[in-house]
């Protein structure tokens, strides 16, 4: 079933514009070596971010599964050493200590957010992290299913995977209550923090509900469900989320054109769909421009979780302005301070190519946000803060993310030619997991 288009807008989706598929497959080419550079490859562990202390995140090591089959898709690197890396990175987390100990790997099949990059124990007393358990899930998955040859490596991979996922124990994380908790540390228990409101929680809710060994009930789903906020702004009504992440971190693995929940079939609207309208609200905040920022306009958006150059509060051309550091940055609501991420930008490829192009062009040729990198695009940056000491520009965050990078590798695919989707529509669990969640539809 075909569902309704926004109202005087051009169709949903798309390609990427024929005149600049030679920019972006080089932009994807030079992200994607982050996960190679950035890596360990004894154990698999892939770094959060360039700092030279940087512990690993367990949510880069899954988007790094996933680029590893898009790199060899792509002929970015040999098949049989990306099929090496994610072997190593699934034997390294099956087989390390899981346990109530401070120091361990894991607990009830999650994993701690960050983890040494040689030894793999718990670092910075992270917490048990349940959605970037996830992440790192749903790259394992993705794996499994590129990886499909009858060779010793591959089927390893096959397997392991498998066994990671029937190993979380997802029922335990709700703890006696409705929704599940964001995480857990050994110190203290539980986290006081569930999710309430649209996140990228979604990719959670999904393998929580597909496990078929420690499942969620159903009703699960639809408690989380009913703290949705629906919004009408500039004239689109949709589902509401500030940062541009939320909407677009689930569907780098899962295709949810024209597939609906029940929330969904309310509105008569999809996920894909939806994103597609917080895109555009975003680049109409970005014109509108209403705290006036110089640098907003039609070709420079993109407001999500990022780095940034406060915390500061600064007089600037007669205005106080507040700037934070890491924080989600959201539009149309804020938290709003200037700082723009190109990687939002290219993530948004799927969902509303004719307007990122455009962006891209600005960001690479124009501002060049690129020059610099080895790792495509720059994180973050902020010409209203006044640091102009490495680029004109203004304040440019010092570090690339590999949170940021993920994304844009497995988007620019799917863009292309929908390579990750294609993936995951093969997986039973992603299956099973949208039917018990109430999707219909579409390639379900």
């Known amino acids: 079933m075909k569902l309704p288009r926004i109202p005087a807008e051009p169709s949903e989706g798309g390609k990427i514009p024929e005149g600049d598929l030679e920019m972006i497959d080089r932009l994807q080419r030079e ?16 770094r959060d971010a360039t700092r030279a202390d940087s512990p690993s995140s367990i949510a880069v090591v899954g988007l790094g599964m996933t680029a590893l089959a898009v790199g ?15 072997a190593a990175a699934l034997s390294f987390f099956y087989a390390s200590p899981q346990g109530r100990e401070a120091d361990s790997t894991g607990y009830r099949g999650f994993y701690y957010h960050f983890l040494d990059m040689k ?7 992270s917490e048990l ?7 790192l899930v749903a790259g394992a998955l993705s794996a499994a299913q590129y990886f499909d040859r009858d060779d010793l490596t591959e089927a390893k991979i096959r397997k392991t995977a498998d066994a990671l996922y029937r190993r979380v124990d997802w029922n335990w994380a709700l703890n006696r209550r409705a929704t599940l908790s964001q995480g857990w540390r ?11 409101g649209y996140s990228e929680a979604l990719l959670l809710y999904l393998l929580a509900l597909g496990s078929p060994t420690h499942p969620i009930p159903l009703e699960s789903y639809a408690a989380w469900a009913s703290t949705y906020s629906w919004k009408k702004v500039y004239g689109i009504e949709y589902l509401y989320a500030g940062p541009l992440f939320i909407h677009q971190l689930p569907q780098a693995w899962i295709d949810l054109r024209e597939v609906q929940d029940d929330f969904m079939r309310k509105y008569q609207l999809d996920y894909f769909q939806n994103t597609r309208r917080a895109t555009l609200i975003h680049q109409e905040y970005a014109v509108r421009n209403p705290k006036g920022f110089a640098h907003y306009s039609r070709a420079c958006w993109g407001i999500t979780a990022s780095d ?15 700037f934070f550091g890491y924080c989600g940055r959201g539009a149309p609501f804020g938290p709003d301070d200037g700082t723009i991420s190109p990687w939002a930008v290219v993530t948004s490829l799927p969902f509303a190519p004719e307007r990122v192009s455009d962006t891209l ?3 690479i040729h124009e501002i060049k946000l690129k020059d610099r990198q080895i790792y495509g695009l720059e ?20 570090w690339i993310l590999g949170l940021n990078e993920g994304p844009i590798v497995l988007m620019i695919e799917n863009a292309r030619n929908d390579f990750v989707w294609s993936l995951m529509r093969g997986c039973r669990y992603i299956a099973d997991g949208l039917r018990k969640a109430g999707f219909r539809g579409g390639w379900l």
Do not use: C
């Open 31 to 46: 992200t994607f070596q982050y996960f190679v550079g950035e890596a360990n490859p004894a154990n698999g562990l892939i």
């Open 72 to 86: 060899a898709e792509r002929g970015f690197l040999p098949r049989e050493e990306a099929a090496q890396r994610v």
């Open 119 to 125: 030894t793999g124990r718990r670092t910075w007393e």
């Open 129 to 135: 992290s349940t959605m970037d358990t996830a992440l």
């Open 186 to 196: 050994p110190e203290t228990g539980f986290l006081s923090y569930r999710y309430q």
């Open 308 to 322: 940034g150059p406060g915390p500061a509060t600064l007089m600037i051309d007669g205005v106080e302005r507040d």
């Open 361 to 363: 062009r600005h960001f």
């Open 379 to 398: 994180a973050s940056f902020n010409p209203t803060f006044p640091d102009k000491t490495k680029h004109e520009e203004g304040w440019v965050s010092p």
